[in-house]
């Protein structure tokens, strides 16, 4: 080998850059301005084939979160004109029991039931919970979302309008976050706003249609009966993902709504939102270990310092013409790297003020997810609402078995 050659830690670490500059200035330019994301969101649809066909949404809870009720409402105020809410919980001490009385009371024209069911079925507690209020669902189309989820007037109309489509199976949301309560929430809202928002439309317009998120799965009810209910989802950690893999199975699409919903960041601590983003991450891991791996290049900042010091040693070796163009690609690369981050964090932000008070969090937050995906590349458990889930239940038998043939050439979610 020649004196002037680049090492093998140097080749490494020049693509390494390279790569993450490359998947930053994609994630900038799939990401629409927020501004941009709740016009879309509001348009509504002109002709909806599915205004006369009834939609049973179906929302599990636990605990009295912050904002409830103010969610809660938001899926009362539907232009759709015939839907059902079923909101399930499964103790009769439930402190979310309380706050269902108050929607009911606010709004005693609409057709909101509450489901109290104690059986359990499975380790996974919110597809027990889902499974104990399917029986209360009378319509043909179902949605399922999240109880931390607020919506505009015309979601329902949005999400079902795919559904016409026979050859469509499920149909599903990406969310914008907003952190509630303080620090730690601010932080918890750039991970989903600035990390995985971006990385699944990266994926998507890459083609890859594997994934399925809690925030809205809409599917009709002979679907659901067809992949065998919700029964066959008891034991998976990642549920939201195995009912869309599930679908897929069936040679069914799986549609990304342009609706973009709210959701609530209120992890009050740094243990708490740890906890819940190092989750997360394992249960990518568990569905998609091969993505999981590549993750690292999606952390841009970590990346950009590395760059940084690389291209100062390259320069500092840069007496022969090898040395030079790697430098000259390295800060290339860096200088890429750091303006697409900062686009991506314009895009993002709600308005100018909060460009400027999370600015100096965005290097912050990669190095936190780069630090948290090194946490998840190991361990076998996670913890969900206080109990402790062993990371296979991500990798239910059944349901890889029954895709595995409608799937191997895709990428993991």
């Not at 927020?34 to 879309?40: C, P, Q, V």
């Not at 690609?329 to 400027?356: D, I, K, P, Q």
Request: with cysteine.
């Amino acid at each position: 080998m020649s004196a002037h050659a680049l090492t093998v830690i140097q080749w490494v670490l020049l693509a390494g850059c390279s790569a993450a500059a490359l998947y930053a200035s994609l994630a900038a330019v799939a990401m629409p301005f927020f501004s941009a994301r709740r016009t879309r969101a509001s348009r509504g649809s002109d002709a909806d084939p599915f205004a006369t066909v009834g939609v049973s949404v179906l929302k599990p809870l636990c605990g009295a979160e912050p904002r409830l009720y103010e969610n809660l409402r938001t899926f009362c105020n539907q232009r759709h004109a015939h839907f059902q809410l079923v909101l399930g919980v499964s103790s009769p001490d439930d402190p979310a029991i309380a706050v269902v009385r108050r929607l009911q009371a606010a709004y005693p024209r609409h057709d909101i039931e509450l489901a109290i069911d104690t059986r359990v079925h499975g380790s996974n507690l919110k597809v027990s919970n889902l499974i104990n209020m399917a029986g209360h669902a009378r319509h043909d189309v179902i949605v399922i979302a999240d109880s931390d989820i607020a919506v505009e007037p015309d979601y329902l109309d949005s999400v079902a309008a795919p559904l016409t489509d026979a050859r469509v199976g499920v149909v599903t949301c990406l969310y914008v976050a907003q952190g509630v309560g303080g620090f730690w929430p601010r932080v918890g809202a750039l991970f989903i706003n600035e990390w995985f928002a971006p990385s699944v439309r990266v994926a998507h317009a890459a083609g890859s249609r594997r994934f399925g998120f809690g925030a809205t799965l809409a599917l009709r009810r002979a679907t659901l009966a067809s992949i065998g209910g919700f029964d066959a989802l008891k034991n998976c950690l990642a549920d939201d993902y195995w009912l869309a893999e599930h679908v897929r199975a069936l040679g069914l699409r799986t549609v990304l709504s342009n609706v973009m919903v709210a959701t609530d960041v209120i992890e009050p601590t740094f243990a708490a939102l740890w906890q819940r983003e190092t989750r997360w991450l394992r249960t990518i891991r568990s569905v998609n270990p091969l993505g999981f791996a590549f993750l690292f290049v999606t952390f841009p900042t970590p990346w950009v310092l590395i760059g940084a010091w690389l291209t100062g040693d390259l320069l500092a070796r840069s007496e022969d013409a090898a040395h030079l163009c790697a430098a000259l690609v390295s800060g290339a690369s860096v200088a890429a790297g750091s303006a697409a981050r900062l686009l991506l964090h314009l895009r993002a932000a709600r308005h100018e003020h909060t460009f400027w008070r999370d600015l100096t969090l965005v290097p912050c937050r990669d190095a936190l997810l780069a630090l948290q995906w090194l946490a998840a590349a190991f361990g076998s458990h996670v913890m969900w609402r206080g109990a402790r889930v062993p990371v296979e239940a991500g990798v239910a038998p059944a349901a890889r078995d029954a895709s595995l043939n409608a799937m191997e050439p895709t990428d993991g979610a």
